[in-house]
T-cell receptor, first 112, second 115 residues
Framework: KQEVTQIPAALSVPEGENLVLNCSFT??????LQWFRQDPGKGLTSLLL?????REQTSGRLNASLDKSSGRSTLYIAASQPGDSATYLC???????????FGTGTKLQVIP | SAVISQKPSRDICQRGTSLTIQCQVD?????MFWYRQQPGQSLTLIAT?????????ESGFVIDKFPISRPNLTFSTLTVSNMSPEDSSIYLC????????????FGEGSRLTVL
């Protein structure tokens, strides 16, 4: 059974700082990994999707990497802004078509 | 990508009643899913909504409690039946577009409070 862990559960940083969010998964036989952000009481916004054959994906100030062998993914946010404050979730598709397991999320607060 | 509209965005309901949540997508999609997010928790898949046939439910979820319809390729409903306070959650509709890259898209969610 796939298990997805995100550490830390919460993170507070000053504006402008570069930061890394971590996602670990137990079963390395994945199809893809997706990063989302969730604002309080809202739905999920897709940030980046990394296919199992890829090592990283970039979108603007965001860069996500994937290391299947070690069961890890990182989301790098450059020059953080208060608008980046949200909960960040990673989700792994594995173990069958469209079998997606979500992590518990990292709640990020960027302080002006 | 896909634009997903969910209704209602929030509701407060009495114990024992039922509520139907609607999910409308702006384009045809291959798959539609319903998730639940309990307070302070991550997402749990309730079921896959199958077009023209019965939904596929995950372990711990049953059709009598969470009946689902999907009459066409762009619309689905989830009903939460005979509600109790434990059903207070955010319910989220998710879709897999026809491009089928594996990227999931979500609606804004329906926040349900049961008194």
């Amino acid at each position: 059974k796939q298990e997805v862990t995100q550490i830390p559960a919460a993170l507070s940083v000053p504006e402008g700082e570069n930061l890394v969010l971590n996602c670990s998964f137990t079963d390395s036989a994945i199809y893809n990994l997706q990063w989302f952000r969730q604002d309080p009481g809202k739905g999920l916004t897709s940030l980046l999707l990394i296919q199992s054959s890829q090592r990283e994906q970039t979108s603007g100030r965001l860069n996500a990497s994937l290391d299947k062998s070690s069961g890890r993914s990182t989301l790098y946010i450059a020059a953080s802004q208060p608008g980046d404050s949200a909960t960040y979730l990673c989700a792994v598709e594995s173990g069958g078509y469209q079998k997606v397991t979500f992590g518990t999320g990292t709640k990020l607060q960027v302080i002006p | 990508s896909a634009v997903i509209s969910q209704k209602p965005s929030r509701d407060i309901c009495q114990r024992g009643t039922s509520l139907t949540i609607q999910c409308q997508v702006d384009s045809q999609v291959t798959m539609m899913f319903w998730y639940r997010q309990q307070p302070g928790q991550s997402l749990t898949l309730i079921a896959t909504a199958n077009q023209g046939s019965e939904a596929t439910y995950e372990s711990g979820f049953v059709i009598d409690k969470f009946p689902i319809s999907r009459p066409n390729l762009t619309f689905s409903t989830l009903t939460v039946s005979n509600m109790s306070p434990e059903d207070s959650s955010i319910y989220l509709c998710s879709v897999l577009p026809v491009s089928n890259t594996g990227e999931l898209f979500f609606g804004e969610g329906s926040r349900l409070t049961v008194l």
